[in-house]
């Protein structure tokens, strides 16, 4: 009986742990850095942030629609992804900023970043491919 309560447990968690999956923050090849903190993120998608080190344009993407993935990474800033389109739609509207390009789903967003100079985006972990580097996985 110990046995099976012991199984049901490691099941849970099991379900728990991988219910809340790993959200992978992309860059295009050309972008210069190799890792970023999550206060550069905030910077970049706050629009505060417009280039990278070496100068170059950011282009940032995200998803049109929320999911696990949109989710993490917004609150991993202290945001929710309602809280920042109001923010990029203020800034669009005084003309401080454009907002990040929405992509309908992640692997289109790999496939943007992948193919687009300065390109940085956001995708559960297990949708990268080598088309994009990793700059860090918000666990």
């Known amino acids: 009986m110990k046995v099976y309560k012991y199984c049901i447990i490691l099941g849970l968690l099991f379900i728990v742990t991988n219910s809340y999956a790993q959200v992978a923050v992309i860059a295009n ?3 210069p850095e190799n890792s970023i903190s999550v206060s550069k993120l905030g910077e970049i998608y706050n629009l505060k942030t417009k280039k990278w ?5 950011i282009a940032a993407f995200t998803l049109k629609t929320d999911n696990d993935a949109s989710n993490k990474f917004f609150s991993t ?5 309602i809280e920042m389109k109001k923010i990029w739609m203020k800034l669009q ?3 401080e900023g454009q907002a990040p390009v929405n992509c309908d789903s992640e692997e289109q967003i790999v ?6 100079s ?3 985006g956001f ?3 297990s949708k990268v491919t080598d088309k994009v580097k990793v700059l860090v996985e918000l666990k």
């Open 93 to 95: 509207l005084t003309g």
């Open 123 to 125: 995708v559960s972990a």
């Open 29 to 31: 090849k050309s972008v």
């Open 53 to 57: 080190s070496n100068g170059s344009a």
């Open 118 to 120: 300065g390109g940085i």
């Open 77 to 81: 800033m202290g945001k929710s992804s």
């Open 111 to 116: 496939e943007k970043v992948g193919s687009t």
